[in-house]
T-cell receptor, first 116, second 107 residues
Framework: DTGVSQNPRHKITKRGQNVTFRCDPISEHNRLYWYRQTLGQGPEFLTYFQNEAQLEKSRLLSDRFSAERPKGSFSTLEIQRTEQGDSAMYLC??????????????FGEGSRLTVL | GQNIDQPTEMTATEGAIVQINCTYQTSGFNGLFWYQQHAGEAPTFLSYNVLDGLEEKGRFSSFLSRSKGYSYLLLKELQMKDSASYLCALDDYKLSFGAGTTVTVRA
């Protein structure tokens, strides 16, 4: 399978615990994006990388959230001291971008987080 | 922000045509995407408009007017499998999505 892969697919945790999600993008894609989606809403942008550089992070994003893409391949998204409001589907997407724009985003199946 | 607006829900009959409108307020963007998302699944790409005008792709067409801040997605010959959420997204080196329009196709 050469698509975007995310794991774990489901995570249930207690409030205050830390969680980490992993995303493996399509191998030739230089851009990697993290989004969050709740029921009835569109995906909300969190952050994105071009190769290993984190180019933008949403101003609405709490500093409890951190993401890395250490070698320009896979990425991790960590949420520290989780809160019930963090419960959502976390989507990763990748694209081959150029100066003309983002390029088509290919999404993974998502990691569903439930904070009790 | 882009203030992307779409209707929340639409219902149509199998075989009919449905037009989903998307309006936005932004100073500039590279292009406009439409994505389809079935319940419980990831969004998948439908269409992309860079220039004003109509892009046709089988049963789906998308239109963009930059001067009017307006786009629409046209779904023709509706099938039951077209029941899904349709997301409008602006490309400014990341995609900013609207809340989506849930389309229900009835027999």
């Amino acid at each position: 399978d050469t698509g975007v892969s995310q794991n774990p697919r489901h995570k249930i945790t207690k409030r205050g615990q830390n969680v980490t999600f992993r995303c493996d993008p399509i191998s030739e894609h230089n851009r990697l994006y993290w989004y969050r989606q709740t029921l009835g809403q569109g995906p909300e942008f969190l952050t994105y990388f071009q190769n290993e550089a984190q180019l933008e992070k949403s101003r609405l994003l709490s500093d409890r959230f951190s993401a890395e893409r250490p070698k320009g391949s896979f990425s991790t998204l960590e949420i520290q001291r989780t809160e019930q409001g963090d419960s959502a589907m976390y989507l990763c997407a990748s694209s081959r971008s150029d100066r003309a724009g983002t390029g088509e985003l290919f999404f993974g199946e998502g990691s569903r987080l439930t904070v009790l | 922000g882009q203030n992307i607006d779409q209707p929340t829900e639409m219902t149509a009959t199998e075989g009919a045509i449905v037009q989903i409108n998307c309006t936005y307020q932004t100073s500039g963007f590279n292009g406009l995407f439409w994505y389809q998302q079935h319940a419980g699944e990831a969004p998948t790409f439908l269409s992309y408009n860079v220039l004003d005008g109509l892009e046709e792709k089988g049963r789906f067409s998308s239109f963009l007017s930059r001067s009017k801040g307006y786009s629409y997605l046209l779904l023709k010959e509706l099938q039951m499998k077209d029941s899904a959420s349709y997301l409008c997204a602006l490309d400014d080196y990341k995609l900013s999505f609207g809340a989506g329009t849930t389309v229900t196709v009835r027999a």
